[in-house]
T-cell receptor
Framework: NAGVTQTPKFQVLKTGQSMTLQCAQD?????MSWYRQDPGMGLRLIHY???????DQGEVPNGYNVSRSTTEDFPLRLLSAAPSQTSVYFC???????????????FGQGTRLTVV | DQQVKQNSPSLSVQEGRISILNCDYT??????FLWYKKYPAEGPTFLIS?????DKNEDGRFTVFLNKSAKHLSLHIVPSQPGDSAVYFC?????????????FGDGTTLTVKP
């Protein structure tokens, strides 16, 4: 299993450009999420999905769009990039364990995005 | 208002000694707590967790303690090894939500000196 795969690993955008960060998982996990990590800070939840066709906003959703058409993929779209979106983005997946709601998240290696 | 706080940005310990990383939370709805470890240029990886029905969970060299009345948890690493040098994040989830929707602290950078 590859786990959670994010592409690209690095990206430089100009202000106002749009792009899609890709995330794919091969563990058949029903839950997927996107976080951003700014320097010296923890991870903040951007968007979340509990299954194909179902998404929800996290703590910092503005400027981002998501969709979940398949269990495996959860792309994150930047609609009009701004310097404030310069950050490292992590995609994660997790699952529900029979008999317990307590499970951990599996993270991708991250996408380092710079908006100039 | 930051709901999960790690008040020590960094910690340095000698190899073989104990490392104690602390975490405080404010939301009384949190009932599941996790520690993740992160190396540079990699994603966080799960280390250990504890549910609110327990006050201690142990996994090898790693032990997590939970004090619900104080809304405080700590991660103990004994003995510490140079390979433990990383950023450690405390995370918390509220009842009926999944650990993929956690609230994270800002992290503590642990340096273990040989």
């Amino acid at each position: 299993n590859a786990g959670v795969t994010q592409t690209p690993k690095f990206q430089v955008l100009k202000t106002g450009q749009s792009m899609t960060l890709q995330c794919a998982q091969d563990m058949n996990h029903e839950y997927m999420s996107w976080y951003r990590q700014d320097p010296g800070m923890g991870l903040r939840l951007i968007h979340y999905s509990v299954g194909a066709g179902i998404t929800d906003q996290g703590e910092v959703p503005n400027g981002y769009n998501v969709s979940r058409s398949t269990t495996e993929d959860f792309p994150l779209r930047l609609l009009s990039a701004a310097p404030s979106q310069t950050s490292v983005y992590f995609c994660a997946s997790s699952y529900s364990r029979t008999g317990s709601r307590y499970t951990e998240a599996f993270f991708g290696q991250g996408t380092r995005l710079t908006v100039v | 208002d930051q709901q999960v706080k790690q008040n020590s940005p960094s910690l340095s310990v000698q190899e073989g000694r104990i490392s104690i990383l602390n975490c405080d939370y404010t939301n009384s709805m949190f009932d599941y707590f996790l520690w993740y470890k992160k190396y540079p240029a990699e994603g966080p990886t799960f280390l250990i967790s504890i549910s609110s029905i327990k006050d201690k969970n142990e996994d090898g060299r790693f032990t997590v303690f939970l004090n619900k009345s104080a809304k405080h948890l700590s991660l103990h690493i004994v003995p510490s090894q140079p390979g433990d040098s990383a950023v450690y994040f405390c995370a918390a989830s509220a009842e009926y939500t999944n650990a993929g929707k956690s609230t994270f602290g800002d992290g503590t950078t642990l340096t273990v000196k040989p």
